[in-house]
């Protein structure tokens, strides 16, 4: 079996994180480990306190895993600092295996988790990324990235990293899309699902991003890897268990089973 390795913070609610990584793994068949950098006290209508975890003891996590098992990749999420983003960085640079890099700093809404001077030490962590998996807020503020505007989406071409721009909207034919969009120098692919009109999309970003690491682990292409974490988190929401009273978690194992036609399509009522 398959070991992936999370590196990211715990979402009490179980939707989002460290979490919703670890039904993302298992969901693929794989085997999730851990490394938790903070602890949050959260539910579904939002967080109400975090706790940083040292970072001298967000190492010992990980060299724990890297020493007993051979991890198949990596997912680094929430970092929330720049000692704990100087600790991942020190270890993953000197990996050579998929490392997808999920840089937690922006919510869907816009709102800022981190510092800006840990924002300029994030993108120290890029050179040693297979894949960097920013929402379209997270984009800007690191690559100045804008919809539709051709100088900002030439800045992307220019960067020596692949990203893959997050969760935007488009409409076409009459029908809305939800389209991610993966940069790789001069080349652009666009991943499409049709949108859904759901409220439960807790932890879709950290599922995405952890369904692509699981699927580089088990040898897919990156392009493969991304198509397959795209059917996964529509599929997800489309089929989400509608619990909490916010934003719901979505179905993480079930979007499996019936990517692969293992069960009937079924709606949770």
Known sequence: MKVVLSI???????????????????????????????????????????????????????NAVLEDFDVAAIKV???FSNEIID??????????????????????????????????????LFPYATLITPNR??????FGYKKDDESSIKSLFNQPYKILVKHESTEEH??????????NKNQMYHFRTPSLQSKNTHGTGC?????????????????ESIEISKNFIYLGIKNAP???HG??????KLAVELSKGAVNEHVYS
Request: charged fraction near 20%; avoid cysteine.
């Open 242 to 244: 509608n619990i909490g």
């Open 87 to 124: 600790v991942v960085r020190e270890i993953i640079k000197n990996l050579d295996i998929p490392i997808v890099v999920d840089p937690v700093f922006i919510s869907k809404a816009g709102s800022k988790l981190l510092n800006d001077d840990a924002i300029e030490n994030l993108k120290t």
């Open 207 to 223: 599922s995405f991003s952890s369904a692509i690491a699981a699927n580089l682990a088990l040898g897919k292409s990156l392009k």
């Open 8 to 62: 990211a913070g715990s979402d009490s609610s179980g939707g989002a994180g460290i979490q919703a990584d670890l039904k993302s793994f298992e969901a693929f068949g794989l085997f999730g480990t851990t490394a938790i950098t903070v602890l949050t006290a959260q539910n579904t209508k939002g967080v109400t306190d975090i706790h940083e975890v040292s970072p001298l003891f967000v190492k010992e996590q990980i």
């Open 247 to 252: 934003k719901g978690p979505i179905a993480h």
């Open 174 to 183: 009459q029908v809305f899309h939800s389209v991610d969009t993966l940069y």
């Open 77 to 79: 999420g929430m970092l």
């Open 137 to 142: 807020f997270e984009a800007e503020a690191l």
